[in-house]
């Protein structure tokens, strides 16, 4: 009788979940529910996408004006610098406060730095509006994650992410044609002051698509005396049998005070700039710079990540040390592909960057396929690890002569394919496994991570690079078999993910 009494309790109580987990599948990002919040935020995606493109396409056109064109490599490090001090920034602000009011800053500072650069008089001025930028698309970056998991139940987090990618693909493709038109006819500074203008529009969308939401902080749970119980009082030998009762220890992100976080921040970010000085070689103290901005950044950065990150411990550290692996290695390739292709093979600009067109194509394909939840997350990071690694080494052979251009656009579409799998895969499990509070520091962790790591690598690629000038051959073979070991890193790390 008590065993049947106990199994209708369990019934009744497992069946509301049960009813919502169902609901939740069944669910579209499209429909009533979350119609406007997905047009919202794939706008804000689009947005961000086509000004990516558009500054990319318009900033050759503003160096040469302004007589800038020794600033022009730092006018784009000095974008991923200033947004790794505003990641470390954002996840304190958003565990306490929650996502909305941090997504918004971050949009008004990004469109604050537009602003300054479409108006700069110098070249240091368009880079100092860089760097605002730089702090207000770090703050975008993590915000718009955690909108996510606060709006979006899990089984539909995957399909968000795929919709986001989506939004990269069609910038991609038209976003160069369009800014370059722009520049051409009307002068570049309309492409950079034309982006605020647009925000207005994503901004709300954003704020009518998230009304009602959930995005404000996510409520702790209160402590409780000593001795209470929810069923009554606790007896002392109780007491005493969890006090000898040993505790699971979970790797958590280290919590250090507001202004500490951001500090280990800056001083990352200065490293991948004295880094990136460092990989042009123009001054002859340049591996002491190298080295020494190495040092650093080896000393920063676990101090911003959760612990046993760079050991790959089992779980969450897996993950966020994964992301990492795969971007890097995706990078180098879209750096070095063209350049290849171009300086190697002698394709047109345009005909090279076709390459990159058909990965972002096949990424949204696999994005698609892995919000569908056809493939185990698990496998489908493995999945996509293995269709990076299989991409660069077929791109690899596109350095020999006599191996046909099409190659390298056969092997892009595998690698895109893999991140496709993989990169919506690892957001929506970091999501998953990081309770709410926390949910804004795990996230700012995993784009952090990834930006360091790559910023870094391309560092030393580039020195080795420029060292191998000589042989161009051997240089390009060096970047990629690098970003090749970073991939199949990726796939044995994956497997520490579960």
């Known amino acids: ?39 919202g935020l794939f706008s804000l995606a689009f947005l961000i996408a086509s000004s990516v493109s558009a500054i990319t396409t318009a ?60 108006a700069a008089p110098t070249m240091e001025v368009l880079v100092a509006g860089r760097a605002i930028q730089g702090l207000g698309a770090g703050l975008e970056g993590v915000a718009l994650y955690v909108v996510i998991a606060r709006v979006f139940p899990s089984a539909l987090r995957g399909k968000m992410f795929a919709a986001l990618s989506a939004a990269w693909v069609l910038p991609a493709i038209v976003g160069p044609a369009v800014s370059g038109a722009v520049t051409d006819q009307f002068g570049w500074r309309w492409v950079f002051g034309s982006v605020p203008v647009l925000a207005v529009f994503a901004v ?97 950065v676990p101090k911003l990540l959760p612990r046993g990150t760079w050991r790959s411990r089992r779980g969450l550290p897996s993950l966020i040390l994964m992301r990492a692996l795969i971007g890097t290695a995706f990078m180098i390739g879209d750096v070095y592909l063209p350049l290849l292709m171009i300086q190697q093979r002698g394709l047109p600009a345009w005909l090279a ?14 994005s698609w396929f892995a919000g569908g939840g056809f493939v185990p997350p698990h496998m489908r990071l493995v999945t996509g690890a293995l269709g990076i690694l299989l991409g660069l080494l077929i791109c690899t052979l596109v350095v020999l002569p006599a191996t046909p251009v099409w190659i390298a656009w056969l092997g892009w579409a595998f690698a895109g394919m893999g991140m496709g799998m993989a990169y919506p895969t690892q957001s929506v499990l970091v999501l998953e496994q990081s309770p709410p509070a926390e949910q804004g520091s795990n996230a700012s962790a995993l784009q952090l991570n990834e930006t360091l790591t790559t910023a870094a690598v391309l560092g030393v690629v580039g020195a080795v690079f420029a060292a191998l000038l000589i042989n161009p051959v051997g240089g390009f073979a060096a970047a990629f078999g690098v970003a090749a070991l970073l991939s199949l890193a990726a796939g044995l790390v994956a497997r520490r993910t579960g």
Not at 1 to 22: F, G
Not at 353 to 366: A, K, N, P
């Open 204 to 300: 709300a969308l954003v704020r009518s698509g998230t009304r009602g939401m959930n995005m404000t902080a996510p409520r702790r749970t209160p402590r409780r005396p000593a001795g209470f119980s929810p069923i009554g009082p606790v007896s002392s030998r109780t007491r005493r049998q969890r006090r000898q009762t040993p505790r699971r220890r979970l790797p958590r992100l280290r919590i250090a005070p507001v202004w500490r976080r951001p500090g280990w921040a800056l001083a990352a970010a200065l490293a991948v700039l004295v880094l990136g000085d460092a990989a042009q070689r123009a001054q002859r103290w340049w591996a002491a710079e190298l080295g020494a901005a190495v040092v650093v950044l080896i000393v920063a």
């Open 59 to 118: 900033m050759p056109r503003a160096a040469q004006e302004l007589d800038g064109l020794p600033l022009y490599g730092l006018a784009f490090a000095v974008t991923m610098a200033t947004s790794v001090v505003a990641m470390a920034f954002a996840a304190p602000w958003i565990d306490r406060s929650g996502p909305g009011t941090p997504l918004l800053a971050g949009i008004a500072v990004d469109c604050a730095g537009l602003l300054v650069a479409a």
């Open 353 to 366: 960057g076709l390459s990159l067109t058909v990965g972002g194509i096949t990424w949204f394909t696999g």
């Open 1 to 39: 009788m008590l065993i049947a009494d106990h199994d209708r309790r369990v019934k009744r109580n497992s069946a509301p979940q049960s009813a919502e987990k169902t609901a939740a599948a069944s669910a579209s990002i499209w429909g009533a529910t979350y119609r406007k919040a997905t047009v």
